[in-house]
């Protein structure tokens, strides 16, 4: 992690030749699915019917499945987590803000499922002079996203600043977010991990009709 002074707002020097970190210093491409893992399941149905020599049933499903899996970057904090002068892993004898990313809660996963139907039925066929056609179609798309191994911004800032486990040096909830000294409690870890989902419906519906003759 790297140490903002958030009295003289002053971020930390970088390497030589380089300026200040405004991010901290970490390497992205470590932790990055350039190609996430994926499977994807389908099936596709047809079915025809003549009803006589003049009229023939149609209609069409279509299902499938896409299941994603992606790796990304630890949670960042950018110097908007204040740490108290009186937190015990806290050397600066200040309050600081800490430009941090959480590597002890884990690298941060996505789980997508997206569920896609599509279905069409209709009746084509000729009348006198004229080839028609008229269908009735139906698609709907359902997401579901689940992320794990995100932090719960409010009760990490509630467990920071916590005068009681401070008072009781009590590591099950205190953090150390300074990446030195004590390692952070699984049981103060789990505290401020949050599992995140949403989810995704469009439902799509539509009739068609089409004729054509030859005009001479």
């Known amino acids: 992690s790297s140490i903002f002074n958030p009295v003289s707002n002053v971020f930390p020097a970088g390497p ?12 992205y491409n470590q932790d990055i699915d350039l190609i996430p893992a994926s499977e994807r399941y389908g099936s596709l149905i047809n079915f025809n019917h003549d009803i006589n020599s003049d009229l023939t ?3 069409q499903m279509m299902y499938s499945q896409t299941i994603t899996d992606l790796d990304f970057t630890y949670t960042p904090f950018r110097a908007d987590v204040i740490v108290t002068s009186a937190h015990p892993d806290n050397t600066y004898l200040q309050d600081v ?16 499922e997206t569920d896609a139907l599509r279905f ?32 719960n911004k409010a009760a990490l800032e ?59």
């Open 16 to 27: 030589p030749g380089f300026p200040p970190v405004i991010n901290g210093l970490y390497n």
């Open 57 to 59: 049933f149609f209609s």
């Open 97 to 112: 803000a800490v430009l941090w990313r959480m590597t002890d809660m884990g690298i941060r996963k996505l789980h997508t």
């Open 120 to 151: 069409v039925a209709g009746l084509e066929g000729i009348m006198k002079t004229w080839d028609w056609n008229s269908a009735f179609n139906y698609s709907r798309s359902k997401s579901i996203v689940t992320g794990e191994n995100f932090v």
């Open 158 to 216: 509630k467990a920071l600043p916590d005068p009681a486990a401070i008072a009781a040096l009590d590591y099950d909830v205190l953090i150390n977010p300074f990446g030195t000294g004590r390692i952070n409690t699984q049981a103060a870890i789990d505290k401020v991990r949050a599992t995140i989902s949403r989810s995704g419906i469009s439902v799509n519906k539509g009739v068609d009709f089409k004729a054509s003759s030859d005009i001479a």
